[in-house]
């Protein structure tokens, strides 16, 4: 429903947003978007619960980068100081992502 709401799809063709490749954030803002409406939630609340749900399943993963994740950060602190470092790996996965650098203070 989400994905027909903001135009991401067609009707029974979930593949543009589901595959692993890189979107532009112009379709990702607008599913957030989409996705506050449906759920009657702000855009705040959205970006914390797709963080969590990220995290955790980025870190549950089998992955080589939850891997990474795993044994680069032991402490949350720790996750965001090398967040930029997970980021350039994944850009070598997907040379056409452009991912932040963040300076993060705690």
């Given amino acids: 429903r989400l994905l027909k709401e903001v135009g991401a799809c067609k009707a029974g063709d979930d593949t543009v947003v589901l595959d692993m490749v890189p979107h532009s954030d112009d379709l990702t803002i607008q599913l957030l978007l989409g996705a506050g409406r449906l759920l009657k939630l702000t855009f705040e609340e959205i970006l914390r619960a797709l ?26 602190p720790e996750f965001l100081s090398n ?5 350039l790996s994944v850009e070598r996965d997907y040379p056409d992502a452009r991912f932040p650098s963040l300076d993060a203070k705690y």
Wanted: cysteine-free; proline content about 0%.
């Fill in 51 to 76: 963080g969590r749900r990220f995290i955790v399943s980025a870190l549950r993963s089998r992955s080589v980068r939850a891997h990474l994740m795993r044994n680069q950060s032991f402490t949350f």
């Fill in 83 to 87: 967040l930029n470092a997970t980021h």
